[in-house]
């Protein structure tokens, strides 16, 4: 049973529509209050955001109409939408549903003429960005933009549908197998602003798939931020498995942070979880497909580095990944698509215009050029093989890449805006005590990801993995070609460049080093001891790099003084007993005699607040590798 089909015309900005039955009301008008947040309103707007430039510029032709139509009951729906044309021919039309999933690009309707397009979506709860919890809103977006298709009206803020212009929409449930999608930022449904610059529009490869299916809905409940870990601990998955029934897909395409986990090793952690994917899905009757994650712009060595190193002069961070991926496949009889191979060798071959297809100073990160390029690349690999399920739903459409297709015209500069600050702490493992206040400083500096809900706060803090929050917080950036000092730290390790900037920095206390014969080792997954701890932070904090040798006993002491670890040792002063030669010297291996107590996950960021506050004027700028995600 339809909906009551809505109709919009020109002009209809400040109407609100009301269905048959109670169904619910449609917004035809949502992007006059758009706002430049990248927060939950974002997705409550059909994923979109207002841009605020610099100089006050209007782009009629870059504006977008955004309809929200309410549904009774979360479920899939097919989606009639008709557009009728005026006096003027409308070019160059896109149409978006949901948080921003390409349904349809490149469309002309010539004047007087008509176009309609039918497609299914999927409406289900999901959790927003920089949230912790469940939005359960029933709801489909619709959203379109194009050249002559809207006009400014003197009496509103955006552009409105022009007079001689008519949509008509029309929604009815209806169930269809769903495409769920599992993954990371690299995939996500991100959102974009309005005006809209594809180039400069952060887009994940799994919200341009729906141009290429029928008869079937896309649901993207990737997020950003995500591991394979955290895409089941953070209630994302639940979701999943509370609706896929037998006949549905499911994508599975991780990597990107879970190499930044060393529990989530390319063939332990990773690999495993994998296979516990594939395993759900076949219990339930659902197929799955696996992903090599995609490949973050190449890392290039000169030919000298090349040579010393042993290395391709071209490498990936991502490699092991992708061949954990592989075998992950290939053991659980899931369809493996090569993401990575594919993505690495269109990098290397464009050379210096890989940017293009990237979000501005990103590596990581497409744009919708990008995402779309990988999107029709999945499809194309799917199509290869007979036996591979999303073929069932396959509209046999190809991308059109060419210079005339795509949109490649830069937004002007941008006034710059960030949720991070003012947002409610997403973690849910967080206790309300003194560490709280800690713990938002250190969100507000930018040391935390705001895109996931566990914090693990009482967790013991690895060596290795401190790092990364420590050059976030200092704006360090990691230094590569890692050149192979400790034999357990490899050259494609994501921890690798900070070992190396470390070691150039000379920010590594060498009784923190373990020897074994003439090999030494760093230590990455062993417990950060307190006296670490401080050596890190102190050392760094002389900026005479010759003076850094400083001994941990000095460092505990300088930390303790600044307050760094001072609030945990009052009252606890025989834990760190500086006159106790015997507390910082002991028998035994030299990388023991880091003598504290090990630090907490939460105590080590609250400390790093400290240092931020004690040093100030580090400015703003996060390093270039610190890969903060795009919050969709």
């Not at 390029?373 to 799917?382: G, N, Q, S, T, Y």
Request: aromatic share 10%.
């Amino acid at each position: 049973m339809f909906l009551k089909n809505f109709s919009i015309c020109g002009g209809a900005a400040d109407s609100t529509f009301t269905t048959e039955k109670g169904y619910g009301t449609w917004e035809p008008d949502m992007a006059r209050t758009l706002k430049p947040t990248a927060s939950e309103q974002a997705l409550k707007s059909g994923g979109w955001n207002r841009r605020v430039f610099e100089k006050n510029e209007c782009f009629p032709d870059r504006e977008v109409l955004i309809i929200k139509a309410e549904v009774p009951v979360f479920g899939t729906y097919r989606v009639i939408v008709r557009i009728t044309s005026g006096s003027d021919k409308v070019e160059n039309l896109i149409l978006f549903a949901g948080r921003r999933n390409l349904i349809d690009r490149g469309v002309v309707i010539e004047a007087g003429g008509s176009y309609e397009k039918e497609f299914h979506t999927a409406v289900t709860p999901y959790i927003p960005a920089l949230s912790s919890r469940r939005c359960e809103e029933k709801a489909v977006y619709i959203s379109l933009t194009g050249e002559n298709l809207l006009a400014y009206d003197e009496n509103v803020v955006s552009p409105v549908l022009r007079d001689d212009i008519s949509v008509d929409i029309a929604i009815e449930e209806k169930e269809v197998p769903v495409i769920w999608i599992a993954g990371d930022s690299t995939l996500t449904d991100q959102n974009a602003g309005v005006p809209y610059f594809p180039k400069d529009s952060c887009g994940g490869w799994a919200q341009m798939l729906s141009m290429f299916i029928q008869g079937a809905a896309v649901c993207n409940m990737a997020h950003s931020g995500l591991t394979s870990n955290c895409f089941r601990d953070d209630g994302h998955y639940a979701i999943v498995q509370e609706l896929i029934k037998s006949g549905d897909l499911l994508v599975i395409q991780f990597g990107h942070n879970d190499q930044k986990r060393r529990n989530l090793s390319a063939f332990k952690g990773y690999y495993n979880n994998l296979l516990r994917y594939v395993e759900e899905a076949d219990a339930v009757g659902a197929k799955a497909i696996i992903c090599s994650p995609i490949s973050r712009i190449p890392l290039t060595l000169s030919e000298g580095e090349a040579r010393e190193l042993d290395m391709p002069r071209h490498y990936s961070l991502l490699s092991s990944y992708a061949k954990a991926a592989r075998k992950a496949a290939e053991n659980s009889n899931a369809f493996f698509v090569d993401l990575h191979e594919f993505t690495f060798d269109k990098w290397v071959s464009v050379s210096d215009r890989a940017s293009d297809f990237f979000i501005k100073g990103d590596i990581t990160h497409t744009n919708d050029l990008g995402a779309m390029l990988i999107a029709d690349r999945f499809i194309e690999e799917c199509r290869k093989a007979p036996d591979c399920s999303i073929n069932d739903y396959d509209n046999g459409r190809a991308a059109d890449f060419s210079e005339k297709s795509f949109d490649m015209e830069e937004a002007p500069k941008e006034i710059p805006a960030s949720d991070f600050p003012g947002i409610e702490l997403p973690y849910v493992d967080i206790p309300k005590i003194r560490d709280c206040i800690f713990i938002n400083e250190a969100l507000k500096y930018g040391i935390l990801d705001p895109c996931v809900m566990h914090l693990h706060p009482d967790d013991e803090m690895p060596r290795a993995q401190f790092l990364m929050s420590m050059f976030k917080a200092f704006r360090k950036t990691g230094v590569r070609p890692y050149h192979k000092k400790y034999a357990d730290i490899a050259v494609d390790e994501w921890d690798s460049g900070y070992v190396q900037a470390l070691i150039d920095e000379n920010l590594i206390d060498d009784i923190t080093i373990k020897r074994i014969g003439d090999k030494q080792f760093f230590r990455p997954d062993d417990a950060l001891s307190y006296g670490e701890y401080a050596s890190f932070l102190i050392r760094f904090m002389e900026k005479d790099k010759s003076k850094r040798n400083i001994s941990m006993e000095e460092c505990l002491k300088k930390a303790y003084d600044l307050d760094i670890i001072g609030d945990i040792c009052k009252g606890n002063e025989n834990d760190f007993d500086f006159d106790n030669d015997d507390e910082i010297i002991s028998d035994g291996p030299d990388y023991k005699m880091a003598g504290c107590p090990y630090i907490s996950r939460a105590r080590a960021y609250r400390g790093l607040a400290r240092v931020m506050d004690i040093i100030g004027g580090m400015g703003t700028a996060l390093p270039a590798d610190a890969e903060v995600h795009p919050a969709h």
